[in-house]
């Protein structure tokens, strides 16, 4: 008999997610930026990874102040990633493999170069005049108020065209939307019809706190926050961020997207308390999932911050209803690694990145509850690449160098090939060079090698896959002694016990009474055990430094 809960079930509750970054996956028309038609080459790989679907960081038309993020047509691919026709071959491909294509979505902003903020620039009155946000200096020329931008400097830009102030809430280049405004919100819905039309599975919506902005315009108070490093953190993003109007827009993006079949939405949410805006995002009704930048801040695996994050979310059963596509309460979505943040293989080892703790940190995020994201290259356990600052191509990382590592570092090429040329990245020299440390962990010399990160990411994922009750089932914290992090993940009568010490020091756990028999331990079933570093015993385990295990309780 089929279990019911499990037809039920849309696709993505659970997921394991790949996300790929165009600009350095694979180049296949030797100009050293990745592409399509390179992506489509890879795809048996991904495939083999074993996971549900891939998440593909912009490749739109655009100047590429931002790498993409700065959108000059939404509609269209930029010509170094290659063209429509290629993206339809990417897609077709993808589902071929058993691959969900889920794509970026930027609707705060778009770049200057876009058709709309030109001829709201150059607007006197008719109906683009209000599709971005203007205001007018204060009396003696100053920005309107005291908003500061993600990159640094004030968010606000004078068009001397214009003769006004337009916002920004990142570059100079990327100009905010004013999606208060109606013709807005139907612009971005039809742009987003456009790629559903054309077979995407989903969207990953970029900076959704940054979506609308308070109309009057108020002055952010300042931050309690000592230890804040620039302008920008120095301010409670109230006013520039974070509108509750936000999330009517959603509701009507969600209305939308269940005019198709299986279709996923995710918010990334960056603000400073992003849970209130998470849970509001992913309420009946509006979006899927959202994410956060919990994890990919967090300088150390702190066992506190994992447990404030993880426990943030109720253990709810899905919805009664299939056509709703939506759990009763919120679901996460999780992320060690983007293309935002430094890599996790370095960012908590200290930066003395090692296979061991790749393995550990991998264990613990395929073992937690909800979907996982995936960042190409994560499953090779790639460090941080230390990239010169005359090689810097980011315009976060060279403004605030050297007090920060930037994204260049998590942003260098794929390592295919150990020992062909730019390790067969591509045939010339790459947009950002290739890590000589990552050459030694190149796929093909992790293929075959049971022993490597990627089998071990392969192997896990593939339990995830195969069971209910790590993929979808409830998930609680243990309380334990000392720094350990211990989770419990069930479904029916599959229970799952995980141990991590992610200290520098041994320590010992003793296996917590079993359900089904208070007054004794739980005994591990032998055949369902994930191990990383050295774990020893049954019922009561001695974990060195820096190990972890995974198993299936009896």
């Known amino acids: 008999m089929t279990d019911q809960t499990t037809e039920m079930t849309p696709w993505w509750r659970g997921a394991t997610i790949y996300q790929i970054y165009p600009r350095s996956f694979c180049d296949s028309t030797g100009n050293g930026v990745g592409d399509l038609p390179g992506i489509t080459s890879k795809l048996e790989y991904v495939r083999d990874l074993g996971v549900d679907a891939i998440w593909l960081s912009p490749f739109f038309t655009s100047p590429m102040a931002d790498f993409g993020y700065d959108v000059a047509d939404y509609c269209d691919v930029d010509p170094m990633f290659g063209t429509l026709d290629d993206f339809d071959a990417l897609a077709a491909r993808a589902s071929q493999l058993g691959l969900r294509l889920i794509i970026d979505q930027v609707y705060s902003h778009t770049s200057v170069a876009h058709p709309w903020f030109q001829a709201s620039a150059g607007a006197t009155s008719g109906d683009m005049r209000d599709w971005y946000v203007w205001a007018d200096a204060g009396p003696d020329g100053v920005p309107p108020n005291n908003w500061q931008a993600v990159f640094g400097g004030p968010s606000w830009t004078w068009s001397g065209e214009r003769q006004q102030y337009y916002l920004h809430n990142f570059l100079p280049e990327q100009p905010d939307l004013n999606v208060h405004h109606p013709a807005v919100q139907e612009a971005l819905l039809d742009v987003a019809r456009f790629w559903l039309e054309r077979g995407v599975s989903g969207f990953r919506l970029d900076a959704l706190q940054c979506l609308m902005h308070d109309v009057a315009l108020r002055d952010n108070p300042p931050s309690d926050n000592p230890a804040a490093d620039r302008p920008y953190h120095m301010q409670q993003h109230l006013y520039d961020q974070g509108h509750p109007d936000v999330v009517e827009f959603l509701r009507r993006m969600r209305v ?153 570092g998590a942003r260098t090429p794929m390592p295919w090939q150990q020992n062909a040329s730019q390790a067969a990245f591509s045939t010339q020299s790459p947009w950002l060079p290739i890590a000589p440390s990552h050459r030694s962990a190149a796929v093909d010399q992790q293929l075959d090698d049971p022993a490597s990160v990627l089998h071990f990411f392969r192997e896990l994922i593939a339990l995830r896959q195969a069971s209910r009750a790590l993929r979808s089932g409830h998930f609680e914290f243990l309380e334990s002694a000392y720094e350990l992090i211990v989770i419990r993940r069930w479904h029916n009568d599959e229970q799952w016990l995980g141990v991590f010490n992610v200290t520098d020091a041994p320590t010992v756990f003793k296996l917590p009474a079993s359900p089904a028999s208070p007054a004794s331990p739980a005994s591990p079933a032998s055949a369902s055990r994930f191990v990383v570093g050295d774990v020893q015993g049954e019922t009561t385990l001695a974990l060195a430094a820096h190990s972890a295990v995974l198993m299936r309780l009896a």
């Open 256 to 408: 939308l997207t269940d005019q198709y079949d299986g279709i996923f939405t995710v918010a990334e949410v960056g603000s400073a308390n992003p849970l209130p805006q998470m849970r509001e995002f992913t309420a009946p009704g509006v979006l899927n999932s959202a994410y956060s930048f919990d994890f990919l801040s967090a300088k150390h695996c702190d066992p506190e911050v994992l447990r404030a994050s993880l426990t943030a979310w109720p253990n709810d059963e899905p919805a009664a209803s299939v056509s709703t596509q939506q759990p009763a309460a919120g679901w996460p979505s999780w992320a060690f690694s983007n293309h935002d943040a430094p890599r996790v293989a370095s960012r908590w080892t200290g930066n003395q990145p090692n296979p061991r703790s790749s393995k550990l940190f991998a264990l613990l995020l395929l073992s937690l509850r909800g979907n996982v994201f995936i960042y190409q290259g994560e499953e090779l356990g790639l460090a941080q690449a230390d990239i010169p600052f005359d090689q810097l191509v980011d315009p976060e990382a060279i403004k605030h160098w050297p007090n920060t590592m930037g994204r260049d």
